[in-house]
């Protein structure tokens, strides 16, 4: 499950971050709107837990932003605002669940987990091309037969996987699979890219090379990716 927490408080951010992954969540962080909008493009993000105070704007404006243009992110915002018409405001807005700071871990998780429930996320399988993701699973399906990864592959798929139809580069793949840059050279991404595709033959999904750029993983019909 990968969330997105928008909050310009580094303290609080690091906090849930840490708190969140101990709880076995993929977490990205966001300090303003514009880097949640790019977050929000460019990765595979699942559930928005969003601040309204943000240095470039409200909150509000993001939820919005996605309402408008009909995507349906789970979306809990956390907030020092406790009126009632705060409450109201940002639930018209579109928002699915509020929680006033500050607040037990706990309280938060629980109700996230309450959002994902009503909204249907945890009980969706992630399909692309022939592949299936399934939920409380890091594995990926062919035909109900899981797909024999190496731990460097899996890293190197996942991140491939999650931004899909979009521009990863060589770097960004290291970084996945060695962050500290001591372990593997720049041209084992070739290696793990390679194996990759032979693995990937009847999947119905290639990953493609954009010389000097990265790689792009794409569904061969269009009409299989869901």
Do not use: C
């Amino acid at each position: 499950m990968h969330i997105l927490i928008v909050e310009d408080d580094t303290a609080i951010a690091q906090a849930l971050q840490s708190q969140f992954a101990r709880s076995g969540y993929s977490v990205h962080h966001a300090a303003t709107l514009q880097e949640a909008s790019h977050l929000i493009e460019q990765s595979a993000v699942q559930a928005l837990i969003l601040d309204l105070g943000l240095p470039d704007g409200q909150g509000l404006e993001l939820v919005r932003q996605l309402r408008a243009a009909r995507r349906t992110l789970p979306t809990l915002i956390m907030t020092a605002r406790d009126a009632l018409t705060d409450r109201v405001r940002g639930l018209d807005a579109g928002a699915d669940d509020y929680i006033v700071k500050p607040f037990a871990f706990e309280e938060l998780l629980a109700r996230l987990r309450a959002v994902l429930r009503r909204t249907g996320v945890l009980d969706q399988p992630d399909r692309y091309g022939l592949l299936e993701r399934r939920p409380h699973d890091a594995r990926y399906f062919l035909e109900g037969a899981p797909l024999l990864l190496s731990r460097r592959e899996d890293a190197v798929f996942t991140l491939l996987w999650e931004r899909r139809e979009r521009l990863v580069s060589k770097a960004d793949l290291l970084q996945r699979i060695d962050p500290t840059g001591n372990e593997i050279a720049d041209a084992a991404i070739e290696v793990y890219v390679h194996r990759l595709r032979r693995k990937l033959e009847k999947t119905g999904v290639t990953i493609n090379t954009l010389r000097g750029f990265g790689y792009l993983l794409q569904a061969q019909d269009r009409d299989a990716a869901r």
